[in-house]
């Protein structure tokens, strides 16, 4: 049996292999593998001088100042900071959030928690395209609203936000913008200062660097108060203590150098890649697109499939690793939030699939993608009639 064709970049992507090089550098006896913050020697100095190196290569992705980088966990742990830090810190000049319903979950149970808390949020239904507008979200401003939190590009949907118009709106209200940007590293460009976003979480493993690192971009200036949620040695400013994780950290700073140099070919071949998924699928009948294909980065597509379910399709293509647009749990089937947050009728929701391409999804992949797709259709199909 082949090894599955792996079609689910957007749930994480495997880690480049000129980043597990550079890695492997800063794990054995000769490598550089001392804690960073030992400052008695000249290990502990090169250690440093990794993280600091790789602090500048993500500060460079996203035209920000190496300052206001503070290493994390990854971007789940980032969005705890950014909203729990923030909101507790600045508790005096008000308690409310603005969210959206489909945001990804480190979002969204992070502003139940703080509902739980005493802090007031508002969640905003999006578009059918899963997007929300300005126009709503000043609807949706008050004055005491301090933070407002919405993604980049949508990890199920893969739409874009059009975020330098709602950060507009988020300052006009004195309010500070945090983005979720996971998905869309190295897949648009993401200047803090042109696009106004005064935080923003990041994850190493969703753009080709390890899993279980990540950061949070604090701006600087004005300076934003954040309380920290990890305490101990009074790391990374204080915002978060741990010894920092060198290999991880300077696996992430070369998968966002590579992200730099080599993001817009990959953009453009996967663009390719993607519309020629569309094309064979042109031909066959009862698809939805659940993806605005117009407003998305081209990496993910979510597809729903009329007349069938979407277990057995997921079944019946099971060489190719992808996701479905539900969540099971012990009992039932039920559709995913942000599909049914979207308005997708139930039936549609439970029928969708997540098609996802990266770096090393070939055009192989994609012919072999269609002719199982449709095979698998035809099947199931024939058997529903
Ligand atoms: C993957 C993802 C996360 C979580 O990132 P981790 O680094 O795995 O914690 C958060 N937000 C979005 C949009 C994601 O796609």
Avoid at 8 to 21: F, I, K
């Amino acid at each position: 049996m082949s090894a599955p064709i792996y079609l689910d970049y957007a749930a994480t992507t495997p880690v480049d292999p000129r980043v597990a090089e550079v890695m492997s550098q800063y794990l054995t006896l000769d490598g550089i593998f001392a804690n960073p913050a030992s400052r008695s020697h000249m290990l502990g100095w090169q250690a440093e001088q990794a993280v600091e190196s790789a602090r500048r290569q993500v500060a460079d992705l996203i035209a920000a100042d190496p300052r206001e980088i503070v290493w994390t966990s990854g971007a789940t742990e980032a969005d705890n900071l950014a909203l729990t830090g923030f909101m507790r810190a600045n508790r005096a000049r008000g308690r409310h959030l603005v969210t959206s319903l489909i945001e990804h979950k480190a979002v969204v149970d992070t502003a139940k928690a703080l509902e739980d808390e005493g802090f007031d949020v508002t969640w905003l239904t999006p578009g059918r395209d899963g997007r929300v507008t300005p126009e709503q979200l000043r609807d949706a401003m008050r004055d005491d609203t301090v933070l407002v939190s919405l993604m980049a590009v949508h990890n199920e949907l893969g739409v874009i936000h059009d975020l330098a118009a709602l950060a507009e709106v988020t300052h006009a209200f004195g309010a500070t913008f945090h983005v979720d940007a996971a998905q869309a590293v190295g897949r648009i460009p993401l200047d803090v200062g042109r696009l106004g976003i005064d935080l923003m979480s990041l994850s190493g493993h969703k753009a080709y660097g390890p899993k279980g690192i990540g950061a949070l971009y604090v701006r600087r200036s004005p300076e934003l108060r954040l309380e920290a949620l990890i305490h101990g040695g009074g790391h990374e400013r204080g915002m978060r203590s741990g010894t920092l994780p060198t290999h991880q950290i300077a696996g992430m700073g070369q998968a966002f150098a590579i992200a730099a140099t080599e993001g817009e070919a990959d953009q453009a071949r996967i663009s390719a890649l993607r519309d020629r998924f569309l094309d064979g699928l042109d031909d066959l009948d009862g698809i939805h697109r659940n993806t605005a294909v117009e407003v998305a980065i081209p990496n993910i597509l979510n597809l729903a499939f009329t007349g069938v379910e979407g277990e057995s399709l997921l079944m019946a293509l099971r060489d190719i690793a992808l996701s479905t647009g539900s969540a099971c749990n012990s009992a039932s089937v039920e559709p995913s939030y942000v599909l049914k947050g979207i308005g997708l009728p139930r039936p549609l929701a439970l029928a969708s699939l997540r098609f996802s391409f990266g770096r090393f999804t070939t055009e192989a992949d994609i012919n072999r993608t269609l002719d199982v797709l449709r095979h698998a259709l035809d099947g199931l199909r024939r058997r529903a009639v």
